[in-house]
């Protein structure tokens, strides 16, 4: 079926009678269950879900409905569809929520299964909550016509989200090419792609420390030592690679860094080191002296190392400007740079008090202009545009 014909992002498909298998049919991408073997050795039932290429990458994993249906988050949009063999029946008590007034058909037991189901889920049965004709309600249409025309299929939804659900109805027509109808919902909601976990980063500077470096050597010999002898290079190497991303992962993690570029790992530890003494600063008088001692030493080392860190950005983008690569001098010379910040302009008198209101910016006279020289008066050059973080218009009195 085409997908972008009926224009539908997801399609939920029944009898399939296939194994589990993912099918790329050009425009969308078919998961299916894995169907079972009858007595006869034929293969019956299985289910699927079409997607469109858009929305593929939004499924994480095909999971058993019975072991799936427990573990629904209220935050969660829940969204259930296929054949569950029993009508809703006509609405009677207004004040059950899972079941709209539109309902049709008779009830069965099947109908008292489904409307538990949906209590203990907190799900809403879709089809029964927009008025729409009978042809577009009923989704079995028997060859027989001497039988009566049920509301067998349904999408059953999350009634938290009850808002997202605009509209549920069948089309009709030879689409599917069986006795049911095709059960269209329109649904208002982005679905999120799912995006593969990321390899941690790796902060290799951190082996230039010798108590850091000790200790990864010691992580990684002790990796090893755990790990099972293989035979061959391949294995063995792949053995110490494994060591080493072990090791990386559990040591050369960067910290998040919340401060400025140029502060180093040394003047890190003197702040955390500061941290702690501000803790127990109060305890004595030495433990005060301690901690402004230490003070001390974290704004000297913060000045040597943005002084250090200007001297050696200057002679990167002097390399970078003697090789004529002025993309990376672009890029170097914006990290010495302020953040730009606009100027906001302010009217005051030249008393320095600003003037709010719109009669006392547009109340002001100003003296006529000499229109034989076209200048105008020097009362008018009072005004002074000061460049600061706010620019101030002095105008003068009247």
Known sequence: MDLKKYNLDVLGVQETRLEEQEIDLGDHKLFLTDSWLSTAKARQGGVGIAVTNRLAGSIIEQVALSSLVSSFKQRERV?????????????TDVNVPFRGPFGMGEENE????????????????????????????YTFNPPDQQMRKKMLDHILFGSRHRSCLHNVRTRRGKITLTDHEMVIAKVGFKVVAHKPRRQPKVCSAKLSDEVTREDFCAEVKRYLDESDIVEGVEQSWGNFRTALKAAATKLLIPEKRVHKPWVTVETLALIRKRAELQLRKHSSAEALLVFSNCCKEVRKALRADKRQWLKDKGETIQDHSDKGDLKEVF????????KWSPHISKLVSTTGEPLKTKDERTGIEFPPIDESSGILPNELY??????EKSSKWMLPST
């Open 79 to 91: 969204c259930l569809v296929g054949d569950f063999n029993a009508e809703p029946g006509q609405q």
């Open 331 to 338: 890029g170097e010379s914006k990290q010495l740079c302020r």
């Open 110 to 137: 099947n109908s008292e299964k489904l409307l538990s189901f949906c209590v203990s889920h907190d799900l809403l049965i879709g089809g029964t909550w927009f008025r729409h004709r009978l042809v577009h309600r």
């Open 382 to 387: 009072t005004f002074i545009i000061v460049k």
